[in-house]
């Protein structure tokens, strides 16, 4: 192995197997995942949940771009429906305009210094705030905003909204505080130590409507890890993404780390790759959005300080394989689930499925047969719904082209089996 010996102002490199090393490595903190409750009839938590959607009915939340700190509305303005109940506008909204993203840029840029400065145990602090907030007296409020503003059943919004936002922000301290007491090898003589820095500029957010969760890691991770963020969240998914916003700075995340930004999405690309302070995309959504972002930022490479880091999840098509030895009861329930939970607006999602030509007779019988017992609605007023509306109009008609024998939407399922 190497060891650093200096000598006088110089340093040259040498084989000590017996110097003692200076390397401990220590568990920062035990967490262990969220729990996922049940939301059984007489329950807590489903008392609590009934009790948030009340709170909901008919209301529709105000919601601004939060600039600096501060709240900031223009002339833009939108409105988040609810899938399932399009006269309910769930959510006020406006775009930020093309200045109002560049003076977000200035207010992140202006805190970066002093967030990336403080301690990472102190920025962890905040996310396992967020976390036990989320766990507790905000676990049904979030639930609910994600239920009503984008058709989530209960449990679909429990393992995303609840127990999977939870993780990450509890696993993601966690892991940034490991990461800090992952230090070089060092002996006697030599002592080596590494500083993790936040990049130089700021990372741009732009998270999908499907997951509640997603949002608030994309925003949340690269924060947490000492830099600055613009989050743009999914015009579909306003309402849930401003309840974790508003958690996070309750938890003590400072006004300026985390801008809140809602924009029109070329706009708001445009804009972020055409400023020299761009160092990151943390991006969840579409093939073609995410290739226009990538081509955009390789056509500006000259204008930046630092090369951008770019992370992107892509929807896909998946598929299942049955096998000759498998159960097929296990492989039907898998397939259904797959393919039609939360609409089949999963990244996933089942969409085709290769069976033996023995076993598909079969196959497609119990298919079909446990399709037809899937339950479509209102996912607030009944908890047994297995599904409802799909997000909005573009994606009703992307599942549905036209054909009688293929679709998902809130009038019921549908599915095209063929040999």
Known sequence: MLGKERTGGSQRFLSCPCARRRWQHRPAIQVTNEPIL????GSPERAALQKALADLKGKTEEIPCVIGGEEVWTPTVRYQLSPFNHAHKVAKYCYASKELINKAINAALAARKEWDLKPVQDRAQIFLRAADMLSGPRRAEVLAKTMVGQGKTVIQAEIDAAAE????????????????QSQPL?????????????????????????FTAIGGNLAGAPALMGNVVLWKPSDTALLSSYAVYKILLEAGLPPNVVQFVPSDGPEFGDTVTSSEHFCGLNFTGSVPTFKRLWKQVSENLDRYRNFPRLAGECGGKNFHVVHSSADLGSAVNGTLRSAFEFGGQKCSACSRLYAPASLWPHIKEKLLEEHGKIKVGDPTQDFGTFFSAVIDAKVSSERAPGSPSCGVGAAGARCQLSS
């Open 38 to 41: 049940e939301f059984k009839p």
């Open 165 to 180: 936002l939870i993780d990450f922000f509890r696993f993601n301290a966690k892991y940034a505080l490991e990461l800090e």
């Open 186 to 210: 060092s002996v006697d003589i030599s002592t080596n130590s590494m500083v993790y820095r936040g990049l130089e500029g700021f990372v741009a957010a732009v998270s999908p409507f499907n």
